[in-house]
């Protein structure tokens, strides 16, 4: 099957391609957000192919992740949506841009995003996570704690960024991602955008992992440390409480809990490799790419098929 879908999540595609389709990603000379091409810091196979979009004419199906997209899609294609977010706005009331229409399917990332999102009569599904299963393993020698999120500041309460000031006292902390460079201080190290594979080797010598999201889709990064072996400290919000089982991490919307959590495993060592250990097998139990890529095909050969 041959797919039209536009390079806007690096992580979530690069999972999505591992899949046996033929995968075409619009590029311009820009190399813009509407123009992307093949990723230059994740590793996709060669049946990613990136042309002009003028040029992609032999798609059975289009995946698109903006509503913006929707109009570039040409005519007659079936269209997918995968939405990755949480709803903002008048929570839970808040229309999905595209409700009520029935010539596409809204794929949600999580349970609680199609709970929360008022899809009206749009037909939707849910497909979870899968992520290629990182190379990294946790050793946690250093006790400090890591945290993988992009633009705090700017996003501020949104990625918890005020909490992280409750946290530094019990353990120096290194945060990674897009737009964090801004963060430096005495106890907070930041390291902005780094190669996935590099910040993995990275966060696995860390002694846990925080997950300070008041309101975010379940984040792929947290799915990575968990299948690394890392332990986590997170807030009990969104889907993090489906994917983070008791003996796998502390979640609690107690910061002081979890304040005191991270103290405990920083001070007990092996406590955080137990952990860590459950939180492998959850993780790569339920967030497979086996399963995700069949999730996937299913849905594929469905609406692609089925719309012709």
């Given at each position: 099957?041959?797919?039209?879908?536009?390079?806007?999540?690096?992580?979530?595609?690069?999972?999505?391609?591992?899949?046996?389709?033929?995968?075409?990603?619009?590029?311009?000379?820009?190399?813009?957000?509407?123009?992307?091409?093949?990723?230059?810091?994740?590793?996709?196979?060669?049946?990613?192919?990136?042309?002009?979009?003028?040029?992609?004419?032999?798609?059975?199906?289009?995946?698109?992740?903006?509503?913006?997209?929707?109009?570039?899609?040409?005519?007659?294609?079936?269209?997918?949506?995968?939405?990755?977010?949480?709803?903002?706005?008048?929570?839970?009331?808040?229309?999905?841009?595209?409700?009520?229409?029935?010539?596409?399917?809204?794929?949600?990332?999580?349970?609680?995003?199609?709970?929360?999102?008022?899809?009206?009569?749009?037909?939707?599904?849910?497909?979870?996570?899968?992520?290629?299963?990182?190379?990294?393993?946790?050793?946690?020698?250093?006790?400090?704690?890591?945290?993988?999120?992009?633009?705090?500041?700017?996003?501020?309460?949104?990625?918890?960024?005020?909490?992280?000031?409750?946290?530094?006292?019990?353990?120096?902390?290194?945060?990674?991602?897009?737009?964090?460079?801004?963060?430096?201080?005495?106890r907070i190290t930041p390291y902005d955008d780094p190669p996935q594979a590099a910040m993995h080797e990275?966060?696995?010598?860390?002694?846990?992992?925080?997950?300070?999201?008041?309101?975010?889709?379940?984040?792929?990064?947290?799915?990575?440390?968990?299948?690394?072996?890392?332990?986590?400290?997170?807030?009990?919000?969104?889907?993090?409480?489906?994917?983070?089982?008791?003996?796998?991490?502390?979640?609690?919307?107690?910061?002081?809990?979890?304040?005191?959590?991270?103290?405990?495993?920083?001070?007990?060592?092996?406590?955080?490799?137990?952990?860590?250990?459950?939180?492998?097998?959850?993780?790569?139990?339920?967030?497979?790419?086996?399963?995700?890529?069949?999730?996937?095909?299913?849905?594929?050969?469905?609406?692609?098929?089925?719309?012709?």
């Amino acid at each position: 099957m041959n797919i039209l879908l536009w390079h806007v999540h690096g992580s979530w595609t690069t999972s999505f391609v591992q899949g046996k389709h033929r995968y075409l990603i619009p590029v311009n000379d820009a190399r813009d957000e509407w123009g992307r091409g093949r990723a230059r810091t994740f590793d996709w196979p060669d049946s990613v192919e990136e042309l002009p979009l003028d040029q992609i004419r032999d798609a059975d199906v289009a995946i698109v992740q903006r509503p913006e997209e929707i109009d570039l899609v040409p005519p007659s294609l079936p269209v997918i949506y995968v939405e990755h977010n949480t709803p903002k706005g008048d929570v839970p009331d808040t229309r999905h841009p595209l409700a009520d229409r029935d010539d596409v399917v809204i794929a949600h990332v999580t349970h609680f995003n199609e709970l929360f999102w008022d899809c009206g009569s749009t037909r939707t599904t849910v497909i979870e996570h899968g992520i290629v299963e990182p190379k990294a393993r946790w050793t946690g020698e250093l006790e400090r704690l890591a945290i993988v999120t992009n633009e705090p500041i700017r996003r501020g309460r949104v990625t918890g960024t005020d909490l992280f000031g409750r946290f530094s006292p019990v353990a120096p902390l290194d945060v990674f991602g897009m737009g964090v460079a801004g963060l430096r201080s005495e106890r907070i190290t930041p390291y902005d955008d780094p190669p996935q594979a590099a910040m993995h080797e990275q966060l696995a010598q860390r002694r846990a992992y925080l997950h300070l999201c008041r309101w975010t889709s379940l984040g792929l990064s947290l799915i990575e440390a968990m299948q690394m072996g890392m332990p986590v400290i997170g807030l009990a919000t969104t889907e993090a409480i489906a994917a983070v089982p008791p003996d796998a991490g502390v979640l609690s919307t107690r910061v002081d809990t979890l304040v005191e959590a991270a103290q405990w495993l920083i001070d007990e060592p092996e406590e955080a490799r137990r952990m860590g250990e459950r939180a492998r097998r959850t993780a790569l139990a339920r967030y497979g790419l086996d399963r995700f890529l069949a999730d996937w095909d299913h849905l594929l050969e469905e609406h692609a098929c089925g719309s012709r």
